[in-house]
């Protein structure tokens, strides 16, 4: 781990070796995660799917070393993550928002991030919300990736996807438990605030009628149609 | 249980349902990445088992089968000209040096006389190197922003005038005399002081070994010239083996660098 993190930081200060290595190192994550996302969600697109994956896998890596590597720079090992697992990440969610919206999403700023989530979630209505159905979802999830910085990312995926106790985040992170309390907190209510959202900028469908227009609409294998 | 059997559930359990499902298959799709096959990785025999059945699983397969290393070479290459342009930024902020830096950027918005090469094709003539195909001889013809448009006068086969700001586009088209026998892979580099940088520039090769290099002026701050460098992939199996022939700016049977003046016009 060392030895990334100095590879890392010849990379970011243009040694041309270094980055070929690092690119070599991290090609096989960035590629089959991009593969998955494109797959997943565009079957059928038409385009050739190898090079639409070259593109994408282009495009996060020129995401990773964007802003003077500023993503690159935000990974710490000591955080419990390695580099392929963080780059994984980023890559799943590079490639996601530029499906969803043909471009790249900029990033949140870690410093202003938690206060730009207190002042949003401010006006939180304590509702239930449900999501009704996969391609909601998906987009709710987009959403939530793209309104994270790295490190929210990186919390994101270990509380909530790896379901590690707050213990164990701390004990690598540093982090008190109050903070990483507040940051599961904030992810739930920033969940919440994006499904609010959503459910008032589109049409309400009965829940039947939904189910019927999913079938046409989705490409959803048939093992998943109920 | 699939996403739509857990409407019940909170979206947050419902997300997290989601992802460890969309994730399950990744390790063995990074293990097709790095160019393990079934006899060697259980991992991915099971996929290759499941692909039989299943046509998303086949394509996944497909899609991240090694990219290999010109794929790799090209995004360190991008890699670099984004690096390298960020340093120079940073450089020109900071004014290390400020009086060679006010020199050079006085030197690229002078109206620079004709070029001894302007107006010519670019033409090589291999000069034999053992083994595999050559190369054909190539022309080339420049167009800045003006001439992309029609508004100007005919691209310039030799020189690429750039006119306007960073923004302005150019494209550089290289066309070989005869079919290329190989398949070709090209590099742009941007000839300054110093090193040759990688252009960042969109390139696209065709069958035949057509290239063309388009991007923004801004790719080029700096630069007085462009080196195009065109090969085989068995020629670069490294970066520097493209950087090297941008170096020396020479050409042989199997490796052309194409020399492209850069001509800053005043308004």
Known sequence: LDDERALLDKALAGDAAAT?????????????????????????????????????????????????????????????????????????????????????????????????????????PDVEVRVSSREQLVRLLDRLRESLSPRGLELFHRLVIEEESVEAVCASTGMTSDAVYAWKSRIGK????????????????????????DRGDSPRRSDEET | MNDDDALDLDPLARIRDHVRAERADDAALEAVARGEVSSTSELVATLERRAGEDAEVAAMIAASRPLGPEVEAKIAAKIAAKVSGAAASTSTIEKPNPGRVIAFVRRNAMYVAP???A?????????????????????????????????????????????????????????????????????????????????????????????????????????????????????????????????????????????????????
């Open chain 2, 115 to 117: 070029f001894a090469v």
């Open chain 1, 20 to 124: 070929r290595e690092l690119v070599a190192l991290l090609i096989p994550v960035v590629q089959a995660r991009v593969a998955r996302t494109l797959l997943r969600r565009r079957a059928g697109s038409g385009r050739d799917a190898r090079q639409e994956v070259e593109d994408l896998a282009q495009d996060v890596f020129i995401a990773l070393f964007a802003d003077g590597g500023k993503v690159l720079r935000a990974w710490d090992v000591s955080r419990g993550l390695s580099l392929a697992s963080f780059c994984g990440l980023i890559a799943e969610r590079e490639a996601a928002s530029i499906l969803r919206s043909g471009r790249r999403s900029p990033w949140t700023e870690a410093a202003t991030e938690l206060d730009d989530l207190e002042k949003s979630l401010a006006e939180v």
């Open chain 1, 190 to 213: 920033v969940v919440r605030k994006l499904a609010v959202e959503m459910a008032a900028s589109e049409p309400r469908v009965p829940k039947k009628a939904e189910s019927v227009s």
């Open chain 2, 119 to 267: 107006a010519a094709a670019l033409l090589y003539v291999g000069s034999g190197r053992q083994g595999g195909p050559e190369l054909p001889d190539y022309s080339i013809v420049a167009s800045g922003e003006r001439e992309m448009r029609g508004a100007g006068a005919p691209p310039s086969q030799g020189v690429l005038e750039l006119r306007g700001g960073t923004e302005a586009g150019f494209e550089i088209v290289a066309r070989p005399a005869t079919r290329a026998a190989t398949r070709v892979v090209a590099y742009a580099f941007a000839i300054g002081e110093g090193e040759p940088s990688p252009v960042d520039a969109k390139i696209d090769v065709a069958p035949e070994g057509a290239v063309k290099v388009h991007g923004r002026a801004r790719a080029l701050d700096g630069a007085r010239e462009v080196r195009v460098v065109l090969g085989t992939a068995a020629d670069f199996k490294r970066f520097e083996d493209a950087l090297s022939h941008a170096r020396d700016g020479k050409s042989d049977g199997h490796v052309r660098v194409l020399s492209v003046p850069i001509v800053r016009v005043a308004k």
